[in-house]
């Protein structure tokens, strides 16, 4: 997973760089800019986290209230888990600090 946020690291540099000639050939609006800026924070997200929020986003309004309680519950846990068992194996990897790490990233 830290190939991975280094991975995403560079290309939000090469966007930056993309951007930057594009506000020197034209203008850009702010609607784009704050798009690019939203699906560069998804993209950092642990997969699990991911997907379970997007689906839970979907579901929000379609299904009762107590029903997304009982869903959202579960799938919270399970995303606990699966960021725990995460952390576990990048502590096996690259040690204590990065997995502390990763595990702040994304429980904050």
């Excluded at 699906?39 to 299904?63: A, D, N, T």
């Amino acid at each position: 997973y830290p190939d991975k946020l280094r991975k995403c690291k560079e290309q939000q540099d090469e966007k930056k760089e993309g951007a930057i000639s594009t506000e020197i050939g034209g203008k850009t609006s702010a609607s784009d800019d704050a798009l690019n800026i939203q699906m560069q924070i998804y993209e950092s997200w642990f997969p699990p986290i991911r997907s379970v929020l997007k689906v839970l986003s979907k579901i929000f309004r379609v299904v009762e209230p107590k029903v997304f309680e009982d869903i959202a519950l579960s799938s919270i846990q399970s995303c606990a888990r699966s960021l725990k068992e995460g952390s576990t194996y990048i502590e096996k990897r690259n040690g204590q600090l990065h997995s502390d790490l990763f595990l702040v990233k994304h429980l904050l």
